[in-house]
T-cell receptor, first 113, second 114 residues
C-alpha cells in the first residue's frame, strides 16, 4: 500500500521568510496530492491540492510542486505570517481508487514574529 | 464550519469501558471516514463507509467497530478501552467513494481514557 513520508517534522521561520515542506510517496500509481492545515485544537482543512497531470499549482502565497519521476511533492509558503503557524499534512491517493487518502505524519510550522 | 458534525466533543471514560462516537456527514455526502489522531501522530485511517456499506478498512483494532446508517450518519464504537486509545477521533465526509475527492473533517471527538 501507499506510504507517505513527510519532512521536516518541525520547522521554524521568521515572519516574511519562505517555508518548504517535502513529502515522498511510495506508490507510483498515486495521482492526487492534497495538503491540509490543522491549527491547534482545530480540524484539518484542505488548503491546496494537485493532480499528476500538472507539475505546479499556486494559490496566492501557497504553491505545490510535484515530481512524479522522483515521487515527491512539496508545499511552498511565501511571505509567511504568524497565522500560518499550524501543523501541515500532505497526503496521497489514487483518483478513483479504492483506498482513501494516506497522510504523512505532519510538519509543525512556527512563524516567529 | 465544514458541515460535518461530531458528538460528543469531549469524553472521559475509564479503562475497560465502551463508548460510541457519532458523526453526521455534510449534506449530500455519501462517504464517511474515521481517522484517529494521537499525540504527535499523524492522521491514522481507521475505516470508510459509502452509502451504508464498508468500503475500506485501515488500521482499525478488533475492539473498534463502525457502521453507517440509512440516514448516512455513522457511529464508531470503541470497546474494552485502554489508556492508549486516548486520542482525537475525526470523522470526515466526501461526496463520492473514490479517492481524489476532497474530504471535509469534523471538529473531532476528544477521548480520554483514565
Amino acid at each position: 500500500g501507499e506510504n507517505v513520508e513527510q519532512h521536516p517534522s518541525t520547522l521554524s521561520v521568521q515572519e516574511g521568510d519562505s517555508a518548504v515542506i517535502k513529502c515522498t510517496y511510495s506508490d507510483s500509481a498515486s495521482n492526487y496530492f492534497p495538503w491540509y492545515k490543522q491549527e491547534l485544537g482545530k480540524r484539518p482543512q484542505l488548503i491546496i491540492d494537485i493532480r499528476s497531470n500538472v507539475g505546479e499549482k499556486k494559490d496566492q502565497r501557497i504553491a505545490v510542486t510535484l515530481n512524479k519521476t522522483a515521487k515527491h511533492f512539496s508545499l511552498h509558503i511565501t511571505e509567511t505570517q504568524p497565522e500560518d503557524s499550524a501543523v501541515y499534512f500532505c497526503a496521497a491517493s489514487l483518483i478513483l481508487g479504492n483506498t482513501p487518502l494516506v497522510f504523512g505524519k505532519g510538519t509543525r510550522l512556527s512563524v516567529i514574529a | 464550519d465544514s458541515g460535518v458534525t461530531q458528538t460528543p466533543k469531549h469524553l472521559i471514560t475509564a479503562t475497560g469501558q465502551r463508548v460510541t462516537l457519532r458523526c453526521s456527514p455534510r449534506s449530500g455526502d455519501l462517504s464517511v471516514y474515521w481517522y484517529q489522531q494521537s499525540l504527535d501522530q499523524g492522521l491514522q485511517f481507521l475505516i470508510q463507509y459509502y452509502n451504508g456499506e464498508e468500503r475500506a478498512k485501515g488500521n482499525i483494532l478488533e475492539r473498534f467497530s463502525a457502521q453507517q446508517f440509512p440516514d448516512l450518519h455513522s457511529e464508531l464504537n470503541l470497546s474494552s478501552l485502554e489508556l492508549g486509545d486516548s486520542a482525537l477521533y475525526f470523522c470526515a465526509s466526501s461526496a463520492e467513494a473514490a479517492s481524489g475527492n476532497t474530504i471535509y473533517f469534523g471538529e473531532g471527538s476528544w477521548l480520554t481514557v483514565v
